[in-house]
């Protein structure tokens, strides 16, 4: 069964309002059958598009401390050793996955654990693939403490398109792997930084599913 995530609920009824409006409008007004089909049919793709960017599907994650799981859907764009300002202040080691329009916008838990920091900084809307779009986009930087891992660090980044980044973890919370942590809305990407000694699981290029998928282990 098709599920759409709660943050889509308001959006998604305005949407069928205006669409439903739109099509009884046209069969009222427009006299013309190709130009009133016409507009029923945009107005009828535009609600797919919505209803497939808020699709909610389920995924059942094997719950593993050794291993980091994808926390959204997407392409991998970046894998690389940095430094890490924020939290950190020190070399990590980044793998960033980009989300396009079409891609399930649920972001979840890559790992359970305590979380340490959570926060929100307003900010730019750069396109998601930017060098600078990691420390100059509107974000959330969250830090999770495994007892694997020690703490991991994953950052929510809006793109050009995404104009609200919802975030559920609170410092001080318990969270599970592979539970809902948040979405954004309209294109974005996450950054994961991880431990050194880290073993990848992935690399550029490769295409991977939030909540099943591994991306690294220890």
Avoid: C
């Avoid at 202040?89 to 396009?100: A, D, E, P, Y």
């Avoid at 305590?114 to 959330?140: D, F, Q």
């Avoid at 410092?171 to 073993?199: H, M």
């Amino acid at each position: 069964m098709l599920s759409f995530h709660k943050e889509g609920y308001k959006i998604i009824a305005f949407t069928f309002l205006i669409v439903l409006s739109g099509i009884l409008l046209s069969e009222k007004f427009i006299e013309l059958y190709w130009l009133q089909k016409g507009i029923q049919t945009v107005l009828i793709i535009f609600l797919i598009i919505v209803l497939q960017f808020f699709r909610n599907p389920k995924r059942i994650t094997e719950i593993n401390d050794h291993q980091i799981i994808a926390p959204v859907d997407g392409k991998v764009v970046v894998v690389e050793e940095v430094e890490e300002p924020e939290y950190f202040k020190g070399k990590k080691l980044q793998v960033s996955i980009f989300m396009s329009p079409i891609n399930v916008h649920v972001t979840r838990y890559a790992l359970s654990g305590l979380v340490k920091y959570s926060k929100y900084h307003p900010g730019k809307y750069l396109v998601a693939w930017h060098p600078k779009a990691s420390t100059e986009n509107e974000r959330t930087t969250i830090v999770i403490k495994n007892k694997t891992f020690g703490e991991v660090l994953y950052r929510q980044i809006a793109g050009a398109l995404a104009k609200r980044i919802v975030n559920y973890a609170e410092e001080g919370e318990n969270v599970i792997q592979g539970t809902d942590a948040g979405f954004i809305k309209f294109g974005s990407r996450v950054d994961i930084f991880l431990p050194l000694d880290t073993k990848l699981a992935v690399k550029i290029g490769d295409k991977v599913k939030g909540g099943v998928q591994v991306i690294a282990e220890k």
